[in-house]
Protein backbone atom coordinates (compact mmCIF):
# COMPACT_ATOMS: atom_id res chain seq x y z
CA UNK A 1 0.00 0.00 0.00
CA UNK A 2 0.85 3.64 -1.12
CA UNK A 3 0.02 6.04 1.99
CA UNK A 4 -0.52 9.82 0.87
CA UNK A 5 0.05 11.91 3.60
CA UNK A 6 -1.35 15.55 3.06
CA UNK A 7 -0.36 18.74 5.08
CA UNK A 8 -3.02 21.49 5.27
CA UNK A 9 -3.13 24.83 7.22
CA UNK A 10 -6.60 25.84 6.66
CA UNK A 11 -9.90 25.11 4.75
CA UNK A 12 -8.63 21.91 3.18
CA UNK A 13 -10.77 22.12 -0.03
CA UNK A 14 -7.96 20.98 -2.14
CA UNK A 15 -7.31 18.00 0.62
CA UNK A 16 -11.17 16.88 0.56
CA UNK A 17 -10.72 17.26 -3.50
CA UNK A 18 -8.06 14.36 -3.56
CA UNK A 19 -9.94 12.45 -0.74
CA UNK A 20 -13.24 12.45 -3.07
CA UNK A 21 -11.11 11.54 -6.43
CA UNK A 22 -9.18 8.48 -4.58
CA UNK A 23 -12.53 7.09 -3.43
CA UNK A 24 -14.22 7.62 -6.49
CA UNK A 25 -11.35 6.62 -9.07
CA UNK A 26 -11.17 3.85 -6.43
CA UNK A 27 -7.01 4.40 -6.52
CA UNK A 28 -7.02 1.41 -3.88
CA UNK A 29 -8.20 -0.92 -6.04
CA UNK A 30 -6.13 0.75 -9.74
CA UNK A 31 -2.54 1.96 -7.59
CA UNK A 32 -2.77 0.35 -4.46
CA UNK A 33 -2.78 3.58 -2.55
CA UNK A 34 -5.12 5.79 -0.29
CA UNK A 35 -5.11 8.81 1.64
CA UNK A 36 -3.89 8.00 4.80
CA UNK A 37 -3.51 11.16 6.98
CA UNK A 38 -3.81 14.35 7.13
CA UNK A 39 -1.57 16.59 9.12
CA UNK A 40 -2.04 20.19 10.06
CA UNK A 41 0.03 23.09 11.50
CA UNK A 42 -3.10 24.72 13.12
CA UNK A 43 -5.39 23.02 15.40
CA UNK A 44 -7.98 25.15 13.93
CA UNK A 45 -8.02 24.37 10.70
CA UNK A 46 -11.48 23.80 9.18
CA UNK A 47 -9.76 20.61 7.17
CA UNK A 48 -9.12 18.71 10.37
CA UNK A 49 -13.09 17.90 10.45
CA UNK A 50 -13.54 16.89 7.08
CA UNK A 51 -10.70 14.45 7.19
CA UNK A 52 -11.66 12.98 10.96
CA UNK A 53 -15.51 12.52 9.47
CA UNK A 54 -14.05 11.23 6.65
CA UNK A 55 -12.21 8.09 8.35
CA UNK A 56 -8.69 9.85 8.26
CA UNK A 57 -5.84 9.58 10.62
CA UNK A 58 -5.61 13.83 11.50
CA UNK A 59 -2.48 15.06 13.42
CA UNK A 60 -1.86 18.63 14.58
CA UNK A 61 2.01 19.78 14.77
CA UNK A 62 1.66 23.30 16.00
CA UNK A 63 4.91 24.96 14.37
CA UNK A 64 4.66 27.72 17.43
CA UNK A 65 5.78 25.07 19.28
CA UNK A 66 9.12 24.52 18.00
CA UNK A 67 12.10 26.66 18.42
CA UNK A 68 13.32 26.68 15.19
CA UNK A 69 12.01 26.01 11.55
CA UNK A 70 14.38 23.19 11.55
CA UNK A 71 12.90 21.62 14.75
CA UNK A 72 9.71 21.72 13.24
CA UNK A 73 10.41 20.14 10.00
CA UNK A 74 12.51 17.33 11.87
CA UNK A 75 9.33 16.58 14.04
CA UNK A 76 7.13 17.17 10.76
CA UNK A 77 9.17 14.37 8.79
CA UNK A 78 9.51 11.96 12.20
CA UNK A 79 5.38 12.21 11.91
CA UNK A 80 5.26 11.65 8.40
CA UNK A 81 7.77 8.85 8.20
CA UNK A 82 5.73 7.22 10.54
CA UNK A 83 3.01 6.24 7.06
CA UNK A 84 5.59 4.90 5.35
CA UNK A 85 5.18 0.72 4.46
CA UNK A 86 7.86 -1.31 3.96
CA UNK A 87 9.90 -0.19 0.58
CA UNK A 88 6.45 2.17 0.10
CA UNK A 89 7.66 6.13 1.07
CA UNK A 90 4.57 8.02 1.85
CA UNK A 91 3.38 10.76 -1.39
CA UNK A 92 3.47 13.79 0.35
CA UNK A 93 0.99 16.45 -0.88
CA UNK A 94 1.13 20.17 0.15
CA UNK A 95 -2.55 21.31 0.12
CA UNK A 96 -2.91 25.16 1.59
CA UNK A 97 0.44 24.42 3.35
CA UNK A 98 1.35 27.64 4.47
CA UNK A 99 4.78 26.85 6.02
CA UNK A 100 8.18 27.74 4.23
CA UNK A 101 10.13 23.91 4.52
CA UNK A 102 13.79 23.83 5.12
CA UNK A 103 15.93 22.37 1.92
CA UNK A 104 16.56 19.59 4.43
CA UNK A 105 13.30 18.54 4.86
CA UNK A 106 12.82 18.82 0.74
CA UNK A 107 15.70 16.92 0.32
CA UNK A 108 14.45 14.04 2.39
CA UNK A 109 11.25 14.42 0.18
CA UNK A 110 12.80 14.73 -2.54
CA UNK A 111 10.57 13.36 -5.92
CA UNK A 112 7.89 12.02 -3.46
CA UNK A 113 6.73 15.93 -2.38
CA UNK A 114 4.13 18.03 -4.32
CA UNK A 115 2.28 21.20 -4.05
CA UNK A 116 -0.34 23.50 -5.25
CA UNK A 117 0.05 27.07 -6.08
CA UNK A 118 -2.51 29.13 -7.53
CA UNK A 119 -0.77 30.95 -10.34
CA UNK A 120 0.82 29.74 -13.78
CA UNK A 121 4.17 29.36 -12.21
CA UNK A 122 7.04 30.20 -12.80
CA UNK A 123 5.02 33.35 -12.62
CA UNK A 124 3.82 34.90 -9.12
CA UNK A 125 5.64 32.74 -6.74
CA UNK A 126 5.05 33.45 -3.24
CA UNK A 127 2.01 34.71 -1.72
CA UNK A 128 -1.13 37.18 -2.71
CA UNK A 129 -1.00 35.59 -6.30
CA UNK A 130 -4.21 36.82 -7.53
CA UNK A 131 -4.51 41.10 -6.59
CA UNK A 132 -0.51 40.61 -8.97
CA UNK A 133 -2.35 38.44 -11.72
CA UNK A 134 -4.73 41.71 -11.49
CA UNK A 135 -2.38 44.33 -10.84
CA UNK A 136 -0.32 43.07 -13.48
CA UNK A 137 -3.70 43.38 -16.40
CA UNK A 138 -3.29 39.66 -16.79
CA UNK A 139 -5.34 38.08 -19.39
CA UNK A 140 -5.21 34.59 -17.56
CA UNK A 141 -4.11 33.40 -14.86
CA UNK A 142 -4.33 29.89 -13.36
CA UNK A 143 -2.92 26.90 -11.02
CA UNK A 144 -0.14 24.80 -11.21
CA UNK A 145 0.77 21.37 -9.68
CA UNK A 146 4.84 20.66 -8.95
CA UNK A 147 7.32 18.64 -7.26
CA UNK A 148 8.37 20.80 -4.60
CA UNK A 149 12.21 22.01 -4.40
CA UNK A 150 14.20 23.47 -2.17
CA UNK A 151 13.22 26.72 -3.94
CA UNK A 152 9.86 28.29 -2.89
CA UNK A 153 6.86 27.50 -5.42
CA UNK A 154 9.81 26.34 -7.58
CA UNK A 155 10.38 23.03 -8.94
CA UNK A 156 8.97 20.56 -12.05
CA UNK A 157 5.73 21.56 -13.20
CA UNK A 158 3.23 18.49 -13.54
CA UNK A 159 -0.43 19.85 -14.59
CA UNK A 160 -1.81 23.34 -15.14
CA UNK A 161 -4.95 24.57 -15.73
CA UNK A 162 -5.60 28.01 -17.04
CA UNK A 163 -8.28 30.45 -16.20
CA UNK A 164 -9.46 33.99 -17.48
CA UNK A 165 -9.25 36.99 -16.08
CA UNK A 166 -12.58 38.51 -16.65
CA UNK A 167 -13.98 42.02 -16.10
CA UNK A 168 -14.60 43.31 -12.80
CA UNK A 169 -12.89 40.33 -11.32
CA UNK A 170 -11.09 40.45 -7.66
CA UNK A 171 -8.99 38.99 -6.35
CA UNK A 172 -11.87 37.02 -4.43
CA UNK A 173 -13.67 36.19 -7.26
CA UNK A 174 -10.72 35.16 -9.05
CA UNK A 175 -9.67 33.19 -6.26
CA UNK A 176 -12.93 31.22 -5.83
CA UNK A 177 -12.87 30.87 -9.93
CA UNK A 178 -8.80 29.28 -9.60
CA UNK A 179 -9.35 27.37 -6.87
CA UNK A 180 -12.24 25.08 -8.84
CA UNK A 181 -9.40 24.15 -11.63
CA UNK A 182 -6.99 23.57 -8.27
CA UNK A 183 -9.41 21.09 -7.17
CA UNK A 184 -9.28 19.36 -10.76
CA UNK A 185 -5.64 18.88 -11.64
CA UNK A 186 -4.60 18.36 -8.03
CA UNK A 187 -6.28 14.83 -7.67
CA UNK A 188 -5.26 14.01 -11.89
CA UNK A 189 -1.30 14.78 -10.85
CA UNK A 190 -1.68 12.44 -8.59
CA UNK A 191 -3.25 9.86 -9.50
CA UNK A 192 -1.06 10.16 -13.32
CA UNK A 193 1.85 9.75 -10.89
CA UNK A 194 0.80 7.14 -8.89
CA UNK A 195 0.05 5.05 -12.31
CA UNK A 196 3.59 5.68 -13.72
C1 LIG B 1 -5.26 27.16 -2.48
O1 LIG B 1 -5.55 28.22 -3.37
C2 LIG B 1 -3.84 26.72 -2.68
O2 LIG B 1 -3.43 26.73 -4.00
C3 LIG B 1 -3.11 27.77 -1.88
O3 LIG B 1 -3.90 27.97 -0.73
C4 LIG B 1 -5.26 27.64 -1.03
C5 LIG B 1 -5.66 26.58 -0.07
O4 LIG B 1 -7.00 26.24 -0.17
N1 LIG B 1 -1.76 27.37 -1.62
P1 LIG B 1 -7.57 24.94 0.55
O5 LIG B 1 -7.07 24.96 1.99
O6 LIG B 1 -7.12 23.75 -0.22
O7 LIG B 1 -9.07 25.13 0.52
Known amino acids: ?35 AAVISNKADAAGLVFAAENGLATEVLDHKAFASRADFDAALSKLIDRYDEP ?25 RLLNIHPSLLP ?40 VP ?13 VLTQEHLIYPQAIADLLRR
Not at 165 to 177: K, N
Open 123 to 162: AFAGLHTHQRALDAGCKVTGATVHQVTAELDHGPILAQAV
Open 1 to 35: MKNIVILISGGGSNMAAIVKAARRDKWQEKFGARV
Open 87 to 111: GQPALVALAGFMRILTPGFVGQFAG
Open 165 to 177: VLPGDTAATLAAR
